[in-house]
């Protein structure tokens, strides 16, 4: 007999979080996590960003390292990405820096570019392929985007995304929105 049982109390259970949760979107498996635990190890990170290349992952502003004569020369060779677009910077994991601002425009965040790089961010990890991808809320960092509403966006661009292989896609969230945010995804699943 259990030793647990025989004193009289049940057995321990192991409950599930909702990060452990998994909800399927076609071929896409979607986890939500907090930045600091990561649910399985990622080909990719998406990162928000803008067609200077201005804004950063970890600060607000990345100032340049040149003198002002480099960084002029520089920027006359610079080619500077459409909003909606995605560069690719190789590496382990990679990096997908989805241009969703652009800071010369007013509104500088526009839905229409969230959605087109939520799409080729969708087909480019669907092209290489890459297993698993970590997609932070896109214009809800620098933007004034609602994660709701990216939530919205996203399940838009995966009802039309048909990949070949099954997909990963950690959708990195505060640890304070990840019961509210699982519950509107099954909402769309249940459709």
Request: charged share 20%; no cysteine; net charge neutral.
């Amino acid at each position: 007999m259990h030793a647990s049982r025989a004193n009289g109390v049940p057995p321990l259970r192991l409950i599930h979080g909702d990060m452990d949760e998994v909800v399927y979107i076609g071929r896409v498996a979607i986890q939500l996590a907090p930045q600091e635990r990561p649910p399985f190890a990622v080909s990719a990170v998406a990162v928000e960003q803008d067609t200077a290349l201005l804004l950063d992952d970890e600060s607000e502003f990345r100032l340049p390292h040149q003198s002002l004569s480099q960084l002029g020369e520089e920027m006359a060779r610079f080619s500077a990405p459409q909003p909606g677009s995605v560069v690719v910077q190789r590496g382990t994991p990679q990096r997908f820096y989805a241009i969703i601002h652009d800071l010369e425009q007013e509104p500088s965040l526009r839905e229409v570019w969230i959605l087109t790089a939520l799409e080729q961010l969708l087909q480019l990890t669907a092209k290489q392929p890459l297993p698993s991808l970590a997609l932070p809320l896109l214009g809800s960092r620098f933007g004034q985007l609602a994660p709701e509403r990216f939530l919205h966006l996203l399940y838009f661009a995966l009802r039309a995304f048909a990949p070949g292989v099954p997909i990963r896609l950690w959708l990195v969230v505060p640890r304070h929105d990840i019961h509210r945010l699982l519950q509107q995804l099954r909402h769309y699943t249940a459709r």
